[in-house]
């Protein structure tokens, strides 16, 4: 069992940063591939981000290429999503999940575990 509880998220103005941390409980975190969703009111769970276990391999979506870095530390069992430049429309919950399978996480259908999400609002 893998428990995941994200934090940093708050109000910041346009064009500023945030780091979201995710941290997960147990001895295991290594074995899991890690990924950041998105959900905006009134719209669906979207992909943010995914790294795979050892973190050598990240993916991103496109609305976010450039801006967002996704990262983790094993030995805290934690993982990152640092946000540069941060626009209106990246207000959202933002959930972070983990599977042992990078391409599920990836997908997000299906996922071992999800995290109860935190809130990023960013105003213009």
């Known amino acids: 069992q893998v428990q995941l509880v994200e934090s940093g998220g708050g109000l910041v103005q346009a064009g500023g940063s945030l780091r979201l941390s995710c941290a997960a409980s147990g001895r295991t975190f290594s074995s899991y591939a890690m990924a950041w969703f998105r959900q905006a009111p009134g719209k669906e769970r979207e992909f943010v981000a995914a790294?795979?276990?050892?973190?050598?391999?990240?993916r991103y979506a496109e609305s976010v290429k450039g801006r967002f870095t996704i990262s983790r530390d094993n030995a805290k069992n934690t993982v990152y999503l640092q946000m540069n430049s941060l626009k209106p429309e990246d207000t959202a919950v933002y959930y972070c999940g983990a599977d042992q399978l990078y391409r599920t996480v990836v997908a997000g259908n299906g996922m071992d575990y999800w995290g109860k999400g935190t809130l990023v609002t960013v105003s213009s």
């Open positions: 790294i795979t276990r050892n973190g050598d391999t990240t």
